[in-house]
């Protein structure tokens, strides 16, 4: 079983695949106040919540956006597994041509998910990913990666506003039943959550405008389930998107 271990500013994901089978995914909260014991340990829960021993592992991958984990879940993989994992950067080979000004800025997650994108859906593509940030990606019919957008995440831009705003309080997030809202929760769940549809919507059609044809739209993140039944977009949906990239990369470099 190789582990995939996806390290975001939110969640870190445990993800174990036997062959190309997911056997099991699992999140905690990213901690940078942790140290690599801490991680070692509940790495080892995980394992065994999940049913399987540090035996079953055969090899590890981790692909970060925190630096200073990257280092952390390292040491963490060593004390359990006995090994070193692969880190996604530079020298692993990726079978992606990034097609960006300076190549090294783009992100371990936006690498590991047009991977996986391309070589399980129709090129051309993008890939929404809706996490700590709102990313919108593109690939062409060539399978390269042309690049994409940035934006605030949903959670993100949330607490900033109800932080920011007296009068707004900490409202339950979920789908209005109209975009008209007709009092402060119901206003604030049409803005985010349809609003960020919409916004969704509205990038993906500027890609596929700038790319000149349409594109599967592939989705992932922890907030998909949230936003997706209000697009409009025709989306497939795939929550282990980053992390079957990673398997990917480390089928291609062991």
């Given amino acids: 079983m190789v582990l995939c271990i996806d390290v ?41 919540l999940y049913g399987f021993s540090i035996s079953d592992i055969e090899g590890s991958i981790i692909g970060s956006v925190v630096p200073v984990l990257t280092t952390l879940l390292r040491s963490a993989c060593k004390i359990v597994l006995g090994s070193d994992p692969l880190i996604l950067g530079a020298g692993l080979k990726t079978g992606l041509n990034i097609r960006l000004d300076n190549p090294a800025e783009c992100g371990a997650d936006l690498v590991a998910s047009a991977v996986a994108a391309k070589n399980h859906y129709p090129l051309p ?53 109209r975009a008209i809202g007709r009092n402060t929760p119901e ?27 349409s594109a599967t739209v592939v ?14 977009t025709p989306m497939q949906k795939r929550d282990d998107l980053v992390t079957e990239g990673l398997r990917l990369i480390y089928a291609k470099n062991r």
């Fill in 8 to 48: 975001g500013n939110t969640n870190i994901v445990f993800a174990g695949y036997e062959d190309t089978e997911l056997k099991f995914m699992s999140r905690v909260r990213t901690d940078t106040t942790w140290t690599s014991d801490q991680y070692a340990a509940t790495l080892r829960d995980i394992l065994d």
């Fill in 125 to 177: 593509l993008l890939v929404v990913d809706l996490g700590t940030a709102s990313k919108v990606t593109a690939v062409d019919r060539n399978g390269d990666f042309l690049g994409g957008s940035i934006l605030p995440g949903l959670m993100t831009s949330m607490n900033a506003l109800v932080s920011n705003a007296s009068l707004l309080t900490d409202f339950e997030l979920s789908a209005p039943a």
């Fill in 187 to 213: 206003c604030l769940r049409s803005g985010y959550v349809l609003g960020f549809a919409s916004m969704i919507d509205g990038m993906c059609k500027r890609f596929m405008d700038e790319l000149g044809e």
């Fill in 219 to 232: 989705a992932t993140g922890g907030l998909i389930d949230l936003i997706l039944p209000s697009c409009s």
